[in-house]
């Protein structure tokens, strides 16, 4: 081992001691999170649902949010409102989607975390209409603060909306399709929008690997993060985020404490609960299988319980639902023992 170390230089060495060193702080503070952090007594789950990805997907979108809501006992939900789908020409709406879900949820008795802009979850992130993205950005704001005005009014009376998410991880700039740059003033302008017209919940999100949160804790009144173990990369093909379970709890205590101190609370607002897949590349269901196990998907959900945090919203339940359909129930069996 003299040996070995003799021929190394300098740097080498260095980098070597520095690695041990944040291996065992990390370690370190792993075992004192757990020891001395006050762990929620009682854990809520629920789902974000897609009816564009359920159609990508060749499910019957309604039947399926029907069971998601009857079968699998879901009370908490996040969905989304695409503007391409409730403005497909200006001032023409359509909220048929929006109305049946909305109403579905009320009849079961579910929360609704309804998301607003133009940013969405779901892959191209951004769903603007094709007549929107035809003018320049400063118009196209001024379009969409009027749909989130549109939206917001004509559901602040149902029951079923617990808060409004505005923007979909909105300052997170490398990932998304057809997006204008991140703008934190016009970011603030939606809040303080929505805020003028409805006295319910505002959430912001961040990418919890790749966002600094900052700006995203100060404008809300709950702060979602996200949580993705594996990821596909371009040029890393799937990687695993090497990020401890406390270190999210630690960086919204440390953000709450010296820059967002209005903001309540922290959720995880999508939970990885299916594979990462290359996007428009078919990938058959059985090898799906194999990307992304019942184990998998076990192992997140319980390295989700260690970061402290007492709610989340798994994504990929339609990704359930496709798998049952294609020969592999078992993810749906197992989600079923999950909601109460």
């Known amino acids: 081992m003299d040996k070995f170390f003799l021929h190394l230089k300098l740097p080498t060495i260095i980098a070597v001691i ?22 929620p007594t009682e854990v809520n789950l629920g789902v974000t649902f897609s009816p564009k990805y359920a159609k990508y997907l060749k499910l019957d979108w309604q039947k399926t949010y029907i069971r998601i809501l009857d079968e699998l006992k879901v009370s908490r939900i996040r969905i989304p409102t695409y503007w391409e789908i409730l403005e ?38 951004c769903h603007i209409p094709s007549w929107a993205k035809k003018l320049s950005v400063e118009s196209r704001k001024k379009e969409l603060l009027q749909l989130v005005r549109t939206v917001v009014e004509r559901y602040e009376n149902n029951p079923a909306i617990a808060a409004w998410q505005v923007e979909n991880e ?30 319910k919940t505002v959430i912001l999100t961040d990418s919890g690997e790749l966002g600094l949160w ?13 949580l993705y173990r594996q990821v596909y990369d371009r040029f890393l093909r799937y990687a695993t985020y ?50 992304f196990t019942t184990k998998d998907l076990k192992n997140y ?24 359909e294609n020969g592999h129930p078992e993810y749906l069996n197992y989600a079923k023992t999950l909601f109460k």
Request: overall charge negative; some cysteine.
């Open 18 to 39: 520095s690695l041990l060193v944040i291996l065992v702080v990390i370690l370190v503070g792993e075992m004192a999170f757990e020891k001395f952090y006050s762990f």
């Open 214 to 226: 900052v700006t995203s804790m100060r404008l809300s009144d709950v702060f979602g993060t996200t």
């Open 88 to 125: 497909p020409a200006p001032s023409e709406y359509n909220f048929s989607e929006t109305d049946f879900m909305l109403k579905e949820a009320e009849e079961k008795g579910a929360e609704v975390i309804l998301v607003v802009g133009a940013r969405q979850p779901r892959w191209p992130e």
């Open 170 to 199: 909105p300052l997170l700039q490398v990932f998304g399709e057809g997006c204008d740059q991140p703008d934190k003033n016009f970011l603030r302008e939606e809040v303080e929008l929505v805020r003028s017209l409805s006295d």
């Open 242 to 291: 090497p990020i401890p379970p406390y270190l999210y709890n630690i960086k919204s205590v440390l953000i709450r404490k010296f820059f967002a101190p209005g903001n309540k609370k922290t959720i995880v607002v999508e939970l990885q609960a299916e594979p990462w897949l290359a996007h428009g590349k078919f990938i058959p269901p059985v090898q799906q299988a194999q990307f």
């Open 301 to 324: 959900i319980n390295f989700f319980q260690k970061t402290g945090f007492d709610e989340a919203y798994l994504w990929g339940v339609e990704w359930w639902y496709f798998m049952a």
